[in-house]
DNA sequence: TGACTTTATGTCAAATATGATATATTTTTA
DNA sequence: TAAAAATATATCATATTTGACATAAAGTCA
């Protein structure tokens, strides 16, 4: 799993997206990332849909502003767990996720 | 985040499901762990589909037989991460899975 | 402008998930 | 049925994620 290259990478300020091919990351590897991009700017979305701060979507969820901050930025430090969880307290519901997956 | 609980009572022999006000899971929480079971048999319907074994879809996703047994067992200590890394590797599009989040 | 609110970034110890390994149990097949 | 293959379960050291905290940066508004 290489994705540590690209947290590496990212640490340093290298913008990902569009360096597939010289990160040598898998397509499971690219999309597995991509999700995770793709849910942040979901939850940040929502969290502001509702008009919520980061500290009230922190306290909701019993996480931490600089969590959510993170997350929404995409920090390869999220994982999908806090990502799913966050989008469950804003209110999607367990089965339209799963429909979705099948 | 009590699912701790749940994880002691389900070591116990537990069958969990039905005992939601028992246990003190928020709706979220119940939700969270819902989503888990059913990316559970999930990935193993789609693993069945695709006649693999446990040891040939731990070898694609260099994960181990024993961990791709216990979340399709939806043991609790398999995180959201490796099940969709899962449904990844066994050709869900992160874009299908993204549809349905949203 | 300056106070105030919100968001971003860095660090860290504690909690949790991980792959590896060993071994038991179940299922399949000859 | 017995051997072999597949799956289940337990343990553990290591790696990763966590919430908390501190503080900086950016945005808001009097």
Redesign the pocket.
Known sequence: MNI?KRKKLE?KGWKVGSVEEFLQLSPEEMQYVELKISLSKIVQEKR?QKKL???QL?NL???????I??M??G?????L??LIRSLLVLGNSQKNIIRRLV
Chains 1, 2 share one sequence.
């Open positions: 540590k640490k502001q701060t980061q500290q922190a969820m019993k996480s931490s502003q600089s969590r901050a993170k929404e930025a920090d390869p430090s999220v994982s767990d806090l």
